[in-house]
Antibody, heavy 118, light 110 residues
Framework: EVQLLESGGGLIQPGGSLRLSCAAS????????MIWVRQAPGKGLEWVSS????????YYADSVKGRFAISRDNSKNTMFLQMSGLRAEDTALYFC????????????WGQGTTVTVS | QSALTQPRSVSGSPGQSVAISCTGT?????????VSWYQQHPGKAPKLMIY???KRPSGVPDRFSGSKSGNTASLTISGLQAEDEADYYC??????????FGGGTKLTVL
């Protein structure tokens, strides 16, 4: 079964740092671009960052550029999001997700991990 | 990238059809056939319902269909059922690595 399991969320003060992890199972992890998407309380989905299968290609939303860093360890089927300089507006449920191979869509989502900046 | 534009809410009675629109620009919705739709129930992760404008993943009922005209894509749900009540989001992925989402539409089944 294809699964994504996020961890690392919590309560953090403004200006602090946090590292999210996403453990993947049930598929060829290194073959897929992986993505972080967040959802602020009561709000819509917001793309945060993407990492290509080889780790060399990374993209960030303007709202997090320079503060967040995405990475992955294909040997451990795990993706990370290092967040620093956290702001109140970063408070959200952070979803780990998978881009479907060869298709321009996100086909698998984790259940999310909550980050609260306060 | 600016968010795609969706109506905040739509509603319909069981058995009826509803359509949810998603308006973008020629740089996203209008320029590529890479529009997806997601269903999200409260407290749950989003679920892929439509991709590449019109394609349905296996397991998604054929009551769900997608279309596009110009810069506006649409999700149509026919034969509305109570379990269809959820939030729906459109998205566009033109370059394989960056995504833009719509603001979301709350579907109420009356």
């Amino acid at each position: 079964e294809v699964q994504l399991l996020e961890s690392g969320g919590g309560l953090i003060q403004p200006g602090g740092s946090l590292r999210l992890s996403c453990a993947a199972s049930g598929f060829s992890f290194s073959s897929h671009t992986m993505i972080w998407v967040r959802q602020a309380p009561g709000k819509g989905l917001e793309w945060v960052s993407s990492c290509g299968g080889d780790s060399r290609t990374t993209y960030y939303a303007d709202s997090v550029k320079g503060r967040f860093a995405i990475s992955r360890d294909n040997s451990k089927n795990t993706m990370f999001l290092q967040m620093s300089g956290l702001r109140a507006e970063d408070t959200a449920l952070y979803f780990c997700s998978r881009k479907q191979f060869g298709v321009h869509t996100i086909d698998v989502w984790g259940q999310g991990t909550t980050v609260t900046v306060s | 990238q600016s968010a795609l534009t969706q109506p905040r809410s739509v509603s319909g009675s069981p058995g009826q059809s509803v359509a949810i629109s998603c308006t973008g620009t020629t740089s996203d919705v209008g320029g590529y056939n890479y529009v997806s739709w997601y269903q999200q129930h409260p407290g749950k992760a989003p679920k892929l319902m439509i991709y590449d404008v019109i394609k349905r993943p296996s397991g998604v009922p054929d009551r769900f269909s997608g279309s596009k005209s110009g810069n506006t894509a649409s999700l149509t749900i026919s034969g509305l059922q109570a379990e269809d009540e959820a939030d729906y989001y459109c998205s566009s992925n033109a370059d394989r690595y960056t995504w833009v989402f719509g603001g979301g539409t709350k579907l109420t089944v009356l």
